[in-house]
């Protein structure tokens, strides 16, 4: 069996590995256009930062082997053609015409099975000035390598990223920790928009926080080069302003590459990513296609959608070996799930945020909720944001995203295994998850966010969100906010216009309440003021709400 | 309503509060026995440890709020009577009759809903001496402040623990930051018996490294007086030595407190735990039990356990006191989910273990694992050990559980949610777990180890256990034990008897394996070595075994 897989990074290798472990005896080669092999394009920023500090790292194995040809025929037994284009593919005799990038020669490679692990390519916007020394994207090794050598040699003091997603606020950790000053651009109303509005209002205040200047609703129309050498960038210009850069690194996003596929005449999904099926399979029986240049399926909402990702690369390659070597596996789709680290922050999300999860039709219920990550008193626990989406319906839990300077991951994880399962929060809220002090509070974080939404669906908590209640601040809405929180908490900060009465005199002081008009309680995290809004509900006040996540977790600025 | 509730520590406040926030008119009593309530057992090994400071810390909110009697009547609406014991249950009458232990009077409370949140005990065994002084449980905030004291004051420098069950592993460690030297003494052939054997000698040689002395196998005989105080222990005298000991740790287990119970004629279950439904409710339709006093069911076996754990305990409390107020909830059990910490390494596990799983029915498959819990290259990547049980026939994942210094915890509570949710080891190979280099290798390490799993039911993979090898080493079996790592590698610590090929020159040396006698390989994790004997097998090699977990998992001594 003739084995042949274009693309040599993720996807690719671990397809061809898998084929080989199956069937020793298949002949297997591997087509890479670029040098490198097999290597983390998810570590780059860590390169850059200098956390890893060896290029080589990035392309060896747990044991310290760089992956090279050489390593692919002595331990996998796979032929690998590094500098090698694929051309295009001869479908009708089973063949693929490459090209070696050394001396330009061409020739066909016949093949039984193919494989297409094409990736994705970077987007570069039409952008004047694109062009200009000193404005790279964040993609191949070689990328990496010029990012590090201009910092290192040409004395970079000011770096604009445009684009907040997840490359963008990774490289504004990473270019922060080498020291220069950077700028976020970003065309939407937030960074990282897998977050909800709230959520991703955190991770700015971090940014922020950390001295990167964040610009939200802000378009680039032009890079221009500097006073003192014009083929270098030296500023970026906007519709309201114009931010001085000695680099610019465009992180917009990526595309799917899919000209192979596409002058195949393979078909090509909604999204523009090459359409497979759960077995991984082309609409050419013949041709798998596998990692970042495939659509996939929300499990949730069952919408195809394009989310690349090196996780979801790795079983693919293993679907794809399995059922060219005759074996059934099947890759059933994704739920988004996606976790990065910002400075001293973790941010992590799943399944489906609220507004995606009202656009798929779902009656939605969400939550805000921060409590520490670990036991409140064993030192070193941190608050932790949670938000949770469900749907009222069927109780299932669709998403969740959580941030702070703590263990957003497990939480995010096992959000994941049960929206994959199809937990209700009812379900989530008995789950017998792994309790000690130093690892989770005796009711883990997801376990009280899945409580409040149940307490909510069961109409025993009537909530607001920050949101909501802003909106009626601003309006000027003649509400009460009650500030149920301890005095010295008060004086730190506040929101303006809320008044103070501490849960603990509140039995006392309820008269001071009034009856007439709507109550809105909060305190820190909202747990008191829950408390609150039962002591008050039990008085006969009949419209009294709580607000979503405390004011740890309102995203707007605080009184003191 | 009138609700009376027995016991102030965890299960009961949490009751109490929740049937107080849904019915703001209810007559709520918490009595207790001791003087301390809502106080975090757990947390006690960290305030002997130091790592948490204050006493008051372990019973305060996580604002710092102390929860005694006045809070729980000012923040929740509560009476609570501490130091004072509930000595009988007149259930014809509904009324319970209670002793303050601060003056001996007894009066009756009656109830129309009554909660019995009892706790356990800590188990002391009949040994002579246990009533030295210096001899210690630890249970209670007084136990530990005693523990405190005694090194402060009385220059202990030897401690022996008895039992190496959770206790007395976190104890070991908490002591040890004190400065003194720890034995831990264990009667069965292993600590930690949550974990397999060969988990609990990966935790035991960590122990041994930070200086832990442990006598597994061994039988405590006596506790007997030092030479210069004959009232505090100074020895510790089993079958085969006698170990000093300025101080001795009695962690044997705990018992659940069923005497009230058992007086008023409820159902004890078969564990000799208080027996309730799905609902908390005991035999009386009254009467709701809950924490550590009751049996759960194992969500694995189906069979009835007594697995006492704070974050249950809440739970109870919470379905409880939703069925006292006339809503519906249940709780529908636990799979034995744990983690503690043990100096640098964290052990977690969660549904059943290999022999458990054996003796419930069903056809077990095992796995050993051991990779780096991030990306390699990412500085802070550390091995996990991680072992997965699974049964054959419905492919259902049974159990996990990990360990190492590294994030065991995240991987335990995903296994718990997918093994509560009924999923299968190819359903948890295929989770859209999030991806990031600081978080997880881009293959997380429960998905390597289910797609091992599935590898071996499917046949793809044939090994053998650590176990099973040194066995067939033993007898003296005519095995080739091949190591596929490199000479560097083999240089630093090898098997004895195993022949050294590393992988990479396998193909051509294949002619060096013999054919006439079994093959078993190994490298560091086995994943070379399963490159191995696919390489071997494609050559036609019948009988080529993968040994589980490689090296980094062998539970023996090595030889260098």
Redesign the interface.
């Known amino acids: 069996m003739r084995v042949v897989v274009i693309g040599g990074v993720?996807a690719g290798p671990k397809a061809a590995?898998k084929v080989?472990?199956?069937?020793?005896?298949a002949d297997v080669t591997v087509i890479e256009k670029g040098k490198f092999l097999s290597y983390?394009g998810?570590?780059l920023p860590?390169y850059i930062s200098g956390?890893?500090r060896e290029q080589a790292?990035?392309m060896?194995?747990?044991?310290g082997?760089v992956r090279d040809a050489e390593?692919f025929r002595?331990?996998?037994?796979i032929a690998v053609l590094n500098r090698t284009e694929a051309m295009r593919i001869d479908r009708r005799r089973g063949r693929v015409e490459v090209k070696d990038l050394s001396n330009g020669g061409t020739r066909w490679l016949e093949y039984d099975k193919l494989v297409l692990a094409t990736g994705a390519r970077p987007v570069v916007p039409p952008i004047p000035g694109k062009e200009l020394r000193n404005v790279f994207v964040v993609h191949h090794v070689e990328d990496a390598e010029a990012i590090r050598t201009a910092i290192a040699e040409t004395g970079i003091r000011k770096v604009v990223i445009v684009g907040g997603g997840l490359i963008g606020v990774?490289m504004a950790e990473a270019l922060s920790r080498r020291g220069v000053h950077v700028a976020i651009v970003e065309m939407l109303p937030q960074v990282l928009p897998m977050l909800d509005w709230e959520m991703a209002r955190q991770v700015e205040k971090h940014l922020i926080e950390k001295g990167v200047s964040v610009l939200t609703e802000s378009r680039v129309l032009a890079l221009e080069p500097g006073q003192l050498n014009d083929t270098a960038v030296g500023r970026v210009r906007m519709e309201r302003e114009t931010l001085p850069a000695d680099m610019v690194i465009l992180a917009i996003g990526v595309r799917p590459n899919i000209q192979l596929a596409e002058t195949a005449d393979l078909e090509i999904g909604p999204t523009g990513a090459i359409q497979v099926n759960a077995h991984m399979r082309t609409s050419d029986p013949d041709i798998y296609a596998v990692g970042d240049c495939v659509e996939s399926t929300n499990?949730v909402t069952g919408k195809p959608c394009f989310v690349p990702?090196?996780?979801?690369?790795?079983?693919h390659g293993?679907v794809a070996a399995m059922n060219i070597c005759g074996?059934n596996d099947t890759?059933?789709?994704?739920?988004?799930?996606?976790?990065?680290?910002v400075f001293d922050y973790?941010v992590?999300?799943?399944g489906v945020g609220e507004e995606e999860a009202r656009a798929a039709g779902f009656d939605v219920a969400t939550c805000l909720n921060s409590?520490?990550d670990k036991?409140?008193?064993?030192?070193p626990a941190k608050p932790l944001m949670l938000k949770l989406i469900a749907d009222r319906k069927t109780r299932r839990l669709l998403g969740a995203q959580a941030t702070g300077p703590s263990?957003a991951?497990?939480r995010?994880?096992?959000a994941?295994?049960?929206i994959?399962?199809?937990?209700t929060v009812d379900?989530v809220?008995?789950?017998?998850?792994?309790?000690?002090?130093?690892?989770?509070p005796?009711?883990?974080n997801l376990?009280v966010a899945a409580?409040i939404l149940r307490n909510k669906m069961?109409q025993?908590l009537r909530s607001l969100t920050p949101m909501q209640v802003k909106r009626m601040l601003e309006a000027g809405e003649d509400v009460f906010l009650l500030d149920t929180?301890?005095p010295a908490?008060y004086e730190q900060a506040h929101i303006e216009q809320s008044t103070l009465i501490p849960?603990?005199?509140l039995?006392e002081r309820a008269d001071e309440v009034p009856r007439d008009k709507p109550v809105i309680a909060f305190c820190?995290?909202s747990l008191?003021a829950?408390?609150a809004a039962?002591?008050l509900?039990?008085?006969g006040h009949a419209n009294v709400k709580v607000m979503d996540g405390g004011i740890v977790m309102w995203p707007y600025e605080l009184a003191d």
């Not at 060896?60 to 044991?63: E, G, H, L």
């Open positions: 993720a590995a080989m472990r199956l069937r020793p005896d983390a998810c570590g860590y956390a890893v790292e990035l060896s194995t747990a044991i082997v390593y002595s331990c996998k037994g990774e499990l990702m090196g996780s979801t690369a790795n079983k293993r074996e890759f059933p789709g994704v739920i988004g799930s996606t976790v990065c680290k973790t992590a999300r799943t409590v520490p036991a409140h008193y064993y030192p263990d991951s497990k995010i994880d096992v994941a295994t049960a994959t399962a199809g937990l379900q809220a008995k789950l017998d998850l792994a309790y000690a002090p130093p690892f989770s005796a009711m883990d376990i409580d069961d025993q929180r301890s908490e849960l603990g005199v039995r820190k995290s008191r829950y408390e039962r002591i509900h039990g008085r």
